[in-house]
């Protein structure tokens, strides 16, 4: 296992490659130091029915994030860097509490890559203390092949988004004209290792191991989730686990007009439709309330509550 700590000092784990010395309090893009920060640790229901399963999936949200979408459904958390300091240990024994308490079906590592020193570290002190479930690495896809490949023997299931086929539009949103390519290159790496999720094949209700792809559709920009899927279609097959997203909400800094909107039911429809045609097999829709208006967003949540999700599905373990 690597040092912690020599992986933070010019720091290049993630396609960003700032180089930046961590470990001497100096920030790249993520924005975030080599000391460990994590804004909630709960048992979360709010993902995939194969990773939240009836107890929930048990969640670590890290602060700060690499790609810094400008419409980000985090951002109090991506940006704003709401968050405690932690240390390795501490988070490791709020894990231990939750999944022996709650029961939860698998730790899922949220926004990980600038902290992806860590986990290796992490995920071996909890099956030292017998915490044998499921390791979820869940991601914005924008990763880097080589440091998904030191996860391999620590990691059981990967959640990336495949946000952009449109490399100018990746530019527009996140100054990431290079995601298409590292987004397919890091799923493409996630399937060799893991291959597809499970939970289709294994008989059981909650996966145990590999991969489902997540795609959020976004107002106007239909055209690019049309690619998206084709992409991922071409690349992986109609096997590939898919899960299209309709929660969008307008949160973030943006002037870009169709991003002040949620999106319209009839969006929506145009890219499950061209999933359905593409023949994907095991297709997941979100089911979200598209033509209710006012500011009710029951997907967004607020990290300055104990419980950031609405109904009260889990309260932020952190002490
Ligand atoms: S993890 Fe942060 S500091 Fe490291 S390369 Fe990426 S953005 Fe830069």
Redesign the pocket.
Known sequence: MKSVLSQ?RA??????????D?TAGR??????SAELRVAAVLAHFGEEPPISGERGSGTVFFS?C?LRCCFCQNIQISQEHLGKTISAEHLVESLQQLAETSGVHNINFVTP??FAAHLPLIVAQLRTKKIDIPMVYNTSGYSLVPVLQELEPFIDIYLPDFKYSDSDLANKLSHAPDYPDKALNAVAEMVRQKGFLDSFTSGHVVAGQGTLVRHLVLPGFISNSIDALSMLYTEFGRDLPISLMSQFHPVGKTEIESLQRRLYRQEFQQSVQHAQELGFQHLFVQDTELDEEGDDAPFVPDFRRKSPFRGNQGEDQLK
Do not use: F, K, N
């Open positions: 933070y720091c290049r784990l993630c396609p960003r490659l700032c180089s930046a961590r920030r790249g893009i993520c924005g975030e700060g690499s890559d600038h």
